[in-house]
């Protein structure tokens, strides 16, 4: 019996001591910042836990407040109401300390503050103590093997592409053991065919190091690639947060659904003139959740339009004068003129 009991007593300590430990790495309480009513950008009561380990976006429009609420957790704004904690301790602002920004975060900005006539290898360990000339060095190569910029260590800085750049900003900014990593518009300066490969590449670090990462982006498809947690931020006010796939099959907004998938809208009097019934004010659905085919029906619509999209193609589609986009898999199955049965086998209301 007293071995049961304290078998029993040690788990039930145990239990307490792990389900006390929390997974939130930063909290935003009621954050607000106005700038003059002239101004666009700022944030209007806004709150949300970030999980450490996770990879956050903020994603909207320009002049949202992305950047504002970005810049408020690092602490470099003095905002006017609300907190941020990271670790349960609130983030002193600019006015509070003589170097804003909390010592555990680093910011890459887009102009990525680096000495661009040193050498990859010399802007990265910079940030480095040089009390100890070997840690410092095993822990600037361990992070240029991460983000794979290795090979340019040698190189300065104004010899690299903007990709490149971008890894050794990330770089410079993660080496001195940084907890939070927040990436102001990231792939801005970084053409196509290098975005995936640097999206792969922060998601992965992320994954491999445990840093937290919170980015803001205009682009949806940032969030959507990379993201654990999305935040939608319109005219400074946040309208959901979630996972991608949740927010996006799931919005509760009509923009949140025109800012991830470019989602069809239509008033309740267009929905009805191509078949759907709705006693909603709009009806929204995303133009993959529209199947054509080439089926008799009365509800046939026209072919406007085909747009080339690679793998396939988006048609601009018509009927009593309303106007649908649909996907098409099968590229160049239908062309201009055409007319198709058009079912639009899900869509939301609101």
């Known amino acids: ?28 309480r009621n954050l607000t910042k106005q700038y003059q009513a002239d101004q666009a950008g700022g944030i209007k ?12 976006a903020i994603i909207g429009e320009s002049g949202s407040g992305k950047s504002t609420l970005l810049k408020s957790i690092y ?28 010592k555990q975060m680093k910011m890459v900005t887009q102009d990525f503050s680096l000495n661009i006539y040193a050498k990859v290898y010399d802007n ?3 940030q480095l103590s ?37 890894r050794v900003a990330i770089a410079k900014a993660m080496v001195a053991d940084t907890k939070v990593l927040l990436l102001d518009e990231p792939f801005s300066q970084v053409d196509a065919l290098l975005k995936n490969q640097l999206r792969a590449d922060i ?27 999305l935040l939608i931020v319109r005219d400074g006010e946040l309208l959901q947060t979630g996972k991608p796939s949740e927010i996006y099959q799931q919005p509760k907004h009509i923009y949140t659904a025109q800012i991830l998938g470019n989602a069809v ?26 199947e054509i085919s080439s089926n008799w029906s009365s509800r046939r619509f026209e072919v406007k339009d085909v747009y080339y999209k690679g793998f396939y193609d988006e048609l601009l589609l018509e009927r009593n004068g309303v106007a649908v986009r649909a996907i098409q898999l099968n590229r160049g199955e239908y062309k201009k003129n055409d007319h198709v049965q058009l079912n639009i086998s899900r869509f939301l209301e609101f």
């Open 1 to 28: 019996m007293s071995y049961s009991f304290s078998l029993s007593f040690s788990l039930s300590a145990l239990s307490f001591i792990f389900t006390s430990v929390s997974d939130t790495i930063i909290s935003v």
């Open 45 to 56: 009561n806004i709150s949300f836990d970030i999980d450490r380990g996770d990879v956050v």
């Open 75 to 102: 602490g470099l704004l003095k905002t006017d109401q609300g907190e941020i904690l990271f670790n349960n301790e609130r983030v002193k602002g600019p006015d509070e300390q003589l170097i804003p920004g909390h």
């Open 124 to 126: 990265i360990a910079s």
């Open 130 to 166: 040089n009390t100890d000339l070997k840690t410092k060095s095993e822990k600037t190569l361990s992070i240029m093997e991460h983000l794979r910029i290795l090979p340019l260590q040698n190189k300065k800085i104004i010899e690299l592409s903007g990709g490149e750049q971008q």
């Open 203 to 229: 998601k992965r670090v992320a994954a491999e190091t445990g840093v937290t990462v919170i980015l803001v982006s205009h682009d949806p498809a940032d969030g959507l690639f990379l993201a654990d947690q």
């Open 265 to 290: 809208v239509l008033s309740r009097g267009d929905a009805e003139k191509i078949g759907i019934k709705t006693f909603a004010a709009s009806v929204v659905f995303y133009p993959e959740w529209a």
